[in-house]
């Protein structure tokens, strides 16, 4: 085993680290005592206005304020094994999937019973009505109320 180092630049993450506290004092803005170990910013590396440094899961950050923007640079000690492989390909998360804790449960047996005859099958056969009598005289005279209002 041997130690690594990973370095690279992302935003800052400071806000994070920000008290609920109205004050101008910077010691007093920000959660202290940052390490490998406990999130915080470290008040001996920071310069006011200049530099931030400090600590979120264990990864150090570092930001440079100027007067063009602010900087984050960070900074993670490792641990690597040369035993275990790794996959330091993209991994991305689906939003469309965000709140699914598991497969979807299908049913594939699902049957519809139909009837032998159709609930259109009457209407369908309505184009065999020719003139008013036939429909007076179709099916008894039970499907339609017909009303002579002449």
């Known amino acids: 085993m041997s130690d690594f180092q990973v370095t690279g630049i992302s935003s800052s993450r400071l806000s994070e680290l920000r008290k609920y506290a109205i004050t101008d004092t910077f010691k007093n803005q920000y959660f ?21 440094a400090y600590y979120i899961d264990g990864i150090k ?17 490792s641990d690597y094994d040369s035993n275990i492989t790794f996959n330091d390909g993209l991994i991305f998360k689906n939003p469309n999937k ?16 139909r009837q ?16 008013l009598i036939d429909l007076n005289t179709y099916a008894g005279g039970n499907l339609f109320n017909v009303i002579n209002n002449s």
């Not at 965000?98 to 019973?113: C, R």
């Not at 609930?119 to 009505?129: A, G, K, Q, S, T």
């Open 32 to 52: 202290g005592d940052g390490s490998d170990v406990n999130d915080g910013v470290v008040f001996t590396e920071s310069i006011q206005n200049e530099k931030v």
């Open 98 to 113: 965000s709140k699914l804790i598991s497969n979807p449960k299908i049913n594939d047996d699902v049957f519809i019973t």
């Open 61 to 77: 950050y570092s930001d440079y304020i100027s007067t063009t923007g602010t900087t984050t640079k960070f900074m993670l000690l």
């Open 116 to 131: 032998e005859v159709s609930v259109f099958d009457w209407n369908y056969r309505l184009e065999y009505i020719k003139s």
